[in-house]
C-alpha cells in the first residue's frame, strides 16, 4: 500500500483577513494567529476529519502559529501528537517588511518553551531553541524551491508506508510542494487555489505520485469559506 499524504492548509490568520480588506502588505504581522472565524474552520476541519473513514498515522505541522493553531485541533480532536517540522513554513520564512524602506527584516519565531506552552501535544525537533527557529534573512525564490525538493524527497522515502500523514502547512509552500511532485519547472506560473483550511489528498508510490483530490472545502458551510 502506498503512503498516503493529506496536505491542510492552515484556517483563515490575522494576514489573511487583513489581505482580504485589501489592507497594505506592510501592515503584516510576522507570526499571526487565527482568527475567531479561522478557530471555526479549524474545529469544523478536525471533526471531519475524526468522522472520515482514514485511519491517519502521523501529524505534521510547519511551526508557523497559524499551522499550529490548525495543527492542535486537529491533534486534539484525533487524540494523536503533534510534530512539528521546520521544513513546512511558509515561503520567506519568518519576516516583516519595513514600512519606509520595503526591506524585509527577519524574525525569530517562537521559542521552544512559548511553542511548548501553548502546545503540549506538540513534539519538537531539536533545531527549535529558546532563540527560536528561524533566525535567518528573507527566504528567497531558489531556497524555496530547494526546500519544497527536499520535503518531497523525504516523503517519497516513506513511499511504501502503509500509513497516512496529515501535514498541516502554507498555501504557497504547498504550492511549491505540489508542483514539485509533478515536476513542473520552479518558473512556471501554475498555481492551485488551497482555501484556508482545505484538504488535499495525495498518494505517494515508489514509482508514482497521484493527486486525487485539491483544495476539498466541502465539510465547511459557504459563510466560513475563504
Known amino acids: 500500500m502506498p503512503l498516503q499524504l493529506t496536505f491542510v492548509r492552515h484556517a483563515q490568520s490575522v494576514n489573511n483577513a487583513l489581505w482580504s480588506s485589501g489592507a497594505a502588505p506592510v501592515v503584516r504581522v510576522d507570526d499571526p494567529e487565527l482568527t475567531p472565524l479561522g478557530q471555526q474552520q479549524a474545529r469544523l476541519l478536525a471533526e471531519h476529519l475524526a468522522r472520515s473513514e482514514a485511519r491517519f498515522t502521523r501529524l505534521f505541522t510547519s511551526l508557523m502559529l497559524r499551522a499550529a493553531q490548525t495543527g492542535h485541533i486537529i491533534a486534539e480532536q484525533l487524540d494523536m501528537p503533534l510534530t ?30 512559548e511553542l511548548a506552552k501553548r502546545f503540549p501535544r506538540l513534539v519538537l525537533p531539536e533545531q527549535v531553541t529558546e532563540a527560536g527557529w528561524w533566525n535567518k534573512p528573507f527566504e528567497e525564490n531558489a531556497e524555496r524551491w530547494a526546500r519544497a525538493q527536499r520535503v518531497w524527497q523525504a516523503l517519497r522515502a516513506h513511499c511504501d508506508a502503509e500509513e497516512h ?53 466541502s465539510f465547511l458551510p459557504s459563510a466560513l469559506r475563504t
Do not use: K
Not at 504547498?174 to 488551497?194: G, H, I, K
Open 84 to 113: 512539528g517540522w521546520v521544513d513546512l513554513h511558509e515561503v520567506g520564512g519568518m519576516y516583516v517588511q519595513d514600512a519606509e524602506s520595503g526591506a524585509f527584516l527577519p524574525r525569530s519565531g517562537q521559542s521552544r518553551a
Open 165 to 217: 500523514w496529515l501535514l498541516v502547512s502554507h498555501s504557497g509552500f504547498l504550492n511549491l510542494l505540489l508542483r514539485a511532485m509533478l515536476e513542473v519547472p520552479p518558473s512556471s506560473t501554475t498555481w492551485f487555489r488551497l482555501e484556508n483550511a482545505s484538504l488535499t489528498h495525495v498518494v505517494v508510490a515508489c514509482d508514482y505520485a497521484e493527486i486525487r483530490c485539491v483544495n476539498d472545502v
